[in-house]
């Protein structure tokens, strides 16, 4: 019975550190910048111990970022929907007066698309 017990213990261990384990990387994945830094933290230290000969370094305080806003809308805080909302209705309002959009929509969104597309691909900011 102690056996039993023990086993049964250990299962609901094991349940626990992999319901942490997802929810460590759900919260990873909810950063859009930087997305799963996991296993690139992971390997760091090894290549800092094979560059440096074991002595690493601790980054410099100017280097950190801010927190980065959460990507899905319903993790925002009101103050950062309603500015994100504010956001696209000018460019709403901007896009609906731009004499290009009036004389042929589909072909300015066509323009346009190609044109975010092709900065994608070259690694430009959206």
């Not at 760091?44 to 280097?63: C, F, I």
């Amino acid at each position: 019975m102690k056996l039993r017990k023990e086993r049964w213990l250990q299962k609901i261990e094991s349940v626990k550190m992999a319901k942490q384990k997802q929810k460590a990387e759900a919260k990873r994945k909810a950063t859009p910048v930087v997305g799963d830094m996991q296993p690139l933290m992971e390997a760091l230290p090894e290549l800092s111990y094979l560059s440096t000969g074991g002595g690493g370094r601790k980054p410099l305080k100017s280097h950190i970022k801010a927190k980065a806003e959460p990507a899905d809308f319903c993790l925002m805080k009101q103050a950062q929907k309603h500015q994100l909302l504010e956001e696209e209705v000018a460019r709403f309002q901007e896009a609906i007066t731009d004499p290009q959009y009036r004389a042929n929509p589909l072909l300015a969104i066509s323009k346009h698309l190609s044109e975010r597309l092709r900065q994608g691909e070259e690694g430009e900011p959206l």
